[in-house]
């Protein structure tokens, strides 16, 4: 167990956990940030998407001891409001069914179209194809990155 | 374990040491708003006035709406309100949806399964929200002393036009309850249905899209423990001995108890239990047969031939009508199991007190939940809440109550409010999944191409029947014989969205696709006769309404243009389940030498739409699910034990692999049957039949990609 520093959504924390825990688990558990789920603990299936310094990250397979100084974002640190614009896409285009997945999905477009704000279809596809929706809203989160590309600055 | 936030609101967070192996405090906040919990449901509503189980207006002019059923992604937590809000003309920008606790005496079937929430609800929501709608009404009579025949009402407010009065809801709402109730009250006409089949978002959006806790596994209490279960890792395994003094000694871990066939490992924090269980020793022994998917291959092919089936329908006679047929098809059709990978992993959270327990996490059977948490405890139900959180997804799944049971066990064996983890090797690979299943299909055409005998067969794994015997093409043949074998097997099987359904359909209009080719027709042309048959002289009972399959057929067949569109190959496929009636349309294109599934088009019969855009989604959700199963879904196993533990090695469709969904759907006034399902079950012939008209070869086994047929094509 170590005392770890952390900067998330623009707050300290500190943790006491081992250096081995998931940074999915360490915002679930300790810090009772639980907008980040937890879907299959290998990186294959995006649900816990987070930021870490800008870059989206599966936060279920990066051991809290290699996030180091690096500056985290989660769904809950996205905007203040709610109001980023993918946040805001997916409300206007009605893309949750159950919604579990949704957090992932929008930390991993909103950190794509900020590298990409004029992305082509196929680059939505591909990018997108990496987050698992069991409930198959797909076509629907690919018209929200749509909509969202279209009004981001 | 310590955690402190540094920021200027200082306590936000304060976690409590614990020290040593003693209590684990957890959360111990000063602002309880920033602990992720889940509020009790009615006091979200507190101060308002309460008119009946599903509502209460408040003086704010807040109309809450509390929908029983299980939300899993289906959207009932939206529709449910919407059709209580349009007989009470509420302003909908004013109402406020609130997910009931379990409450029998209250609220009468909280299941969800079946496709039946809505069929069920319909009248019971409307008279609810119209009743509420006449004691206001009359309320405004008595206050302005005008006959309530004068009286109109919209937007959450009480109109009399001569006059120009007008008054809130809220305004009315202390008077409105002391009315009291009538016998008898009269509903909308449907046509003039003002938000009823408009689309309305989902009421959750704002939560989900800004992360806030909502799910059973989002749920966290003060003083927590949480408890990860190893489970004998095969089917056919039982527990022998266990061995946790290495387990125990891990950090963060504060005990390991061991009931039926499992150990739980209890501690602070999910990831600690973990990597304690990784250290648990543990013996099994055998106690039934330790089944692979080679032995169902085997046992399947057996039964088929001299199996003792059970007789589900028998019209007419077969055995003479395939003698004297001009000619015979025969297929086979098989499936593999599929686990149902709801995002959510299975998860409960449960406190076993001196006085009750407490129940809370995603199920879709609350009561069976409660009643199993009696039985174990040794309470009366009535002892035991249970609070419904939102599911991340449910498929079928979470009908079972095994995690819940769970959860019971360990709270009581540890003394402490515990909630029990899945991780998703132990969701995938713990049990009731969608069984293998294998039919036999066989026809009899005359000279004419006429089919006048059908013989269908299925070998089902712990599901008594697994055929429909009286879904369609029954009733359209007059010689019919469906029977069925079954076996037993310990791995456990249960419900997974379109029960039988969900594979049957598959197999049985790919099969008349095989049909309508070898009698020379067009295979819609091949169902419209099938159904004129069974409307004009039908074989024994029909239990399906031939004119809505007509219509969705018909629909269908307009809408994708069907037979004339050059370079796209169509399939069809058509089904009636859960009350309702769908017709797709599958299109291939052939790209780079590879045929590639471009669109589904679906006509959808379920009556009147509540939510349009719910219902759009459920419908493209349904096909891709469908699909999606049919083309990668794969579960086998060796020695007991599923080869596929994670989402590494069960292949869920992605982005890149959907077809475009194109969704109409039957406007007919019939009140509302079944959504979802219904659009599941058709969608894997669709496209198959699709494949075939590209590639001339059948996909007569899921999933698609393990097919010889498929592998030379793709």
């Known amino acids: 167990m170590a005392l770890l520093k952390l900067q998330i959504n623009n707050r300290s924390y500190e943790a006491d956990v081992d250096g081995d825990t998931p940074l999915l688990w360490v915002l679930r558990d300790n810090l009772g940030l639980v907008g980040t789920k937890y879907g299959c603990g290998i990186a294959q299936c995006g649900a816990c998407t987070v930021h870490v310094d800008g870059e989206p990250v599966r936060s279920c397979a990066l051991p809290i001891s290699a996030v180091g100084k690096a500056k985290v974002t989660t769904i809950e640190g996205l905007s203040e409001k709610g109001d980023h614009p993918v946040q805001k896409a997916w409300e206007e285009v009605d893309v949750a069914q159950c919604g579990y997945c949704q957090a992932g999905q929008i930390m991993t477009a909103a950190a794509f179209l900020k590298k990409n704000p004029k992305p082509t279809d196929a680059q939505i596809v591909e990018t997108m194809s990496g987050n698992l929706c069991r409930c198959g809203t797909y076509h629907r989160i690919k018209e929200a990155v749509k909509s969202a590309a279209s009004k981001t600055k | 374990m310590q955690s402190v936030e540094q920021s200027s609101r200082r306590n936000f967070l304060k976690i409590a040491a614990a020290t040593g192996g003693g209590l684990f405090l957890g959360f111990n906040c000063s602002n309880a708003a920033a602990l992720p919990s889940i509020v009790n449901p009615e006091a979200l509503a507190a101060g308002a006035v309460n008119f009946n189980s599903f509502l209460t207006i408040g003086n704010d002019n807040i109309i809450t709406i509390f929908s029983p059923n299980p939300e899993i992604g289906q959207g009932i937590k939206t529709a449910f309100p919407m059709i209580v809000a349009e007989e009470l003309d509420a302003d909908w920008t004013l109402v406020k949806t609130v997910q009931a606790n379990l409450d029998t005496n209250k609220y009468e079937r909280q299941v969800t399964g079946g496709s039946g929430a809505v069929p069920h609800s319909w009248e019971r929501l409307r008279k609810a929200g119209a009743t509420a709608r006449y004691l206001l009404v009359e309320a405004a009579s008595k206050r302005w002393n005008v006959p309530t025949s004068e009286i109109t009402t919209e937007k959450g407010k009480v109109l009399h036009k001569s006059s120009g009065k007008s008054l809130t809801y809220g305004e009315l709402a202390d008077e409105a309850s002391k009315i009291a109730i009538p016998k008898e009250v009269k509903l909308k006409d449907e046509k003039s249905f003002t938000l009823i089949g408009q689309s309305v978002r989902n009421v959750d959006n704002k939560n989900i899209i800004t992360g806030k806790p909502l799910f059973g596994l989002d749920f966290y209490r003060e003083g927590m423990l949480f408890a990860l279960i190893q489970r004998p890792k095969a089917f056919g395994l039982k527990l022998k001995s266990v061995d946790s003094d ?208 059908y013989k269908l067969r299925g070998v089902g794994m712990n599901s008594g029947n697994p055929t429909r015997e009286d879904n369609f093409p029954s009733g359209a043949v007059d010689n019919l014989l469906i029977d069925s074998v079954e076996h037993k097997s310990p791995i456990t099987t249960g419900p997974w969205r379109a029960p039988i359904t969900n594979f049957l359909a598959y197999a049985e209009q790919s099969f008349l696709d095989e049909v309508a080719e070898a009698a020379g027709k067009d295979p819609i042309q091949f169902r419209l006769e099938l159904f004129e048959k069974a409307k004009k002289s039908p074989a024994g009972e029909v239990k399906y309404d031939v004119d809505r399959m007509i219509a969705v057929t018909k629909l269908a067949a307009e809408k994708s243009n069907w037979g004339k569109k050059k370079g796209v190959h169509q399939g069809f496929s058509v089904y009636f389940s859960h009350r309702s009636y769908v017709a797709q349309v599958g299109e291939v294109v052939v790209e780079k030498g590879k045929p590639v599934l471009k669109n589904v088009i679906a006509a959808v019969d379920c009556g009147i739409v509540i939510n349009k855009s719910g219902s759009l989604q459920q419908v493209r959700g349904g096909v891709v699910d469908g699909v999606g199963h049919a083309m990668y879904g794969n579960m086998t196993f060796k020695d007991g034990a599923p080869d596929q533990t994670n989402f590494n090695g069960f292949r869920l469709i992605r982005m890149s692999e959907i077809p475009e969904v194109d969704v109409h759907f039957v406007d007919n006034g019939i009140s509302p049957t079944g959504l979802g399902e219904p659009a599941l079950p058709p969608a894997g012939a669709a496209a198959a039949n699709a494949f075939y008209k590209a590639t001339k070869k059948r996909l007569r086994n899921q999933p698609f990609i393990e097919e010889e047929a498929f592998k030379s094509i793709s």
């Open chain 2, 246 to 453: 290495a387990a125990k000694k891990m950090p963060g871990i504060v005990d390991v108890v061991t009931f039926g066939n499992s150990v739980a490992v209890v501690g602070k924090s999910t990831w600690q239990v973990k990597k304690a269980r990784e250290v648990l020793k543990i013996d099994y022994e055998k106690e039934f047969d330790l089944e692979s998917s080679a032995d169902h291959n085997r046992i399947f092919k057996q039964l088929l031939e001299n199996g003792e089936a059970t007789v589900r329908r028998k019209n007419g006679n077969v055995e003479e009508a395939f003698k004297n047929a001009a000619k015979v098809i025969t297929a086979e059709y098989q499936c593999p199991f599929l686990p149902h990978s709801p995002l959510e992993p299975m998860n409960f959270f449960a406190h076993v007190r001196e006085d009750g327990v407490e129940l809370v996490g995603p199920t879709q059977t609350p009561d069976r939940a409660r009643n199993e948490a009696a039985k174990i405890t040794g309470f009366p139900p009535e002892k035991v809440t249970v609070e419904i959180t939102r599911q991340g997804g449910g498929f079928g799944r979470r009908l079972s109550a095994d995690y819940a049971i769970e959860a019971t066990h360990v709270s009581k064996m540890v003394k402490a409010p515990v909630k029990v983890v899945w991780t998703r090797e132990d969701d995938m690979t713990g049990g009731t999944y969608r069984p293998a299943v294998r039919y036999r299909f066989e026809a009899a055409l005359d000279k004419s191409g006429q089919m006048i005998g």
